[in-house]
């Protein structure tokens, strides 16, 4: 055995500069690199599994898994070819040029790679952020890879983004600090209404709502007049809602719009809508009540009864209320395939 071996190693199959490359280094390179890729598989898999079942340190773990990665691969690659017996000094001015063609024609693949190793290493942006990028979309960071970053927003569409965008461009991470942001929603009421009355229903309606933080001196909703406009008075609601709600924005949007409005129709506030009056200031020389008796459009008016606003459900409220799935983990290549359910067969 030892003699095959030994002539394995001296069958020289051609020769690089000086150095002979025998069929024995080529196979015990081949060897130390399968090695080394054994290791990062077994390695990544492993931190994979910690972090799935880690409830706190998943970004830093994140940030060890892919070092410890690539790191082992390219250690096994070098170990490799010095294996085989290739001399890295003797081949310097030619791996120098083979290096420029090379990063010319993937400078864009090495971009993205050395982003992505940055965008790890910031913490600006961590695997269950919730982000929004410029063209507008948003949605959980699900993994960060060599070369994109892959975006789940609430519709579960998978977005891919490369990471040399999230670097260059404007982000915007709406959970990076802090437990919750302060959001605006806007409505209007017609004019004439009761301005306290408006803040008093509106704010009822807010805090009633489960995802509504507990006010506090940082933290207080309040209903804001913020113009007057060609049909109605401008108002704003500004609230605190929770992690998980700001983590769904529409949702949200839609869930206290329609708390307000079942709140403005509780209370008999007139919504109003674009409209345009014409008056007439006289009509056969009578104007005002005159005119109306003139036409006989003059009748006494009915008195007015409050009914009570029926019940209403608010859909988008119970899905903001939905706990938000964590980012799926990677499947574990080391877990056994999922047994098909056996078929049933009706037997008489």
């Known amino acids: 055995m030892q003699d095959d071996f030994a002539g394995l190693e001296e069958f020289i199959l051609f020769t690089i500069g000086r150095t002979p490359v025998t069929l024995g280094g080529i196979v015990a390179g081949a060897v130390v690199m399968i090695l080394a890729f054994v290791v990062a598989w077994a390695a990544a898999a492993g931190l994979r599994r910690v972090r799935a079942r880690a409830r706190y340190g998943g970004a830093a773990l994140y940030i060890v898994e892919k070092p410890v990665t690539y790191g082992v691969v390219i250690i096994g690659l070098v170990a490799g070819l010095s294996t085989v017996g290739l001399d890295f000094s003797s081949l310097a001015i030619f791996a120098g040029a083979v290096g420029v063609g090379v990063g010319l024609g993937l400078q864009g693949v090495v971009k993205e790679f050395v982003s992505g190793l940055v965008l790890i290493f910031d913490r600006v942006v961590n695997i269950g952020d919730y982000v929004e990028l410029e063209s507008g979309q948003r949605g959980q960071v699900q993994e960060i890879g060599p070369r994109a970053t892959r975006i789940r927003n609430n519709d579960n569409i998978d977005i891919i983004v490369p990471n040399s965008q999230l670097i260059e461009g404007i982000l915007v991470n709406w959970t990076l600090h802090g437990a919750t942001r302060r ?3 806007p409505f209007g009421v017609a004019y004439g209404a009761d301005k306290d009355k408006v803040r008093e229903a509106v704010l009822a309606a807010a805090r ?3 995802f509504t933080l507990p006010e506090s001196e940082d933290h207080k909703s309040q209903v804001w007049l913020v113009g007057f406009g060609d049909s109605a008075l401008n108002f704003e609601l500004l609230v605190w809602p929770d992690l998980n709600a700001a983590k769904r924005p529409n949702a949200m ?11 403005l129709r509780g209370a008999n506030i007139e919504i109003p809508f674009p409209q345009t009056d014409l008056r007439i200031r006289s009509l056969f020389g009578h104007e005002g009540d005159g005119a109306l008796e003139t036409l006989g459009l003059k009748s006494p008016a ?6 009570p606003a029926a019940p209403t459900v608010n859909d988008a409220a119970e899905d903001v209320v939905r706990p938000l799935p964590e ?3 990677e499947p574990d290549p080391q877990a056994p395939p999922a047994m098909s359910p056996p ?6």
């Open 183 to 185: 959001i605006h929603i």
């Open 208 to 210: 009633a709502l489960p």
């Open 253 to 263: 949007l839609a869930a206290y719009t329609w708390a307000i409005d079942d709140a």
């Open 302 to 307: 009915a008195p007015v009864v409050p009914q």
């Open 327 to 329: 980012p799926e983990p």
């Open 343 to 348: 078929d049933i067969v009706d037997r008489p």
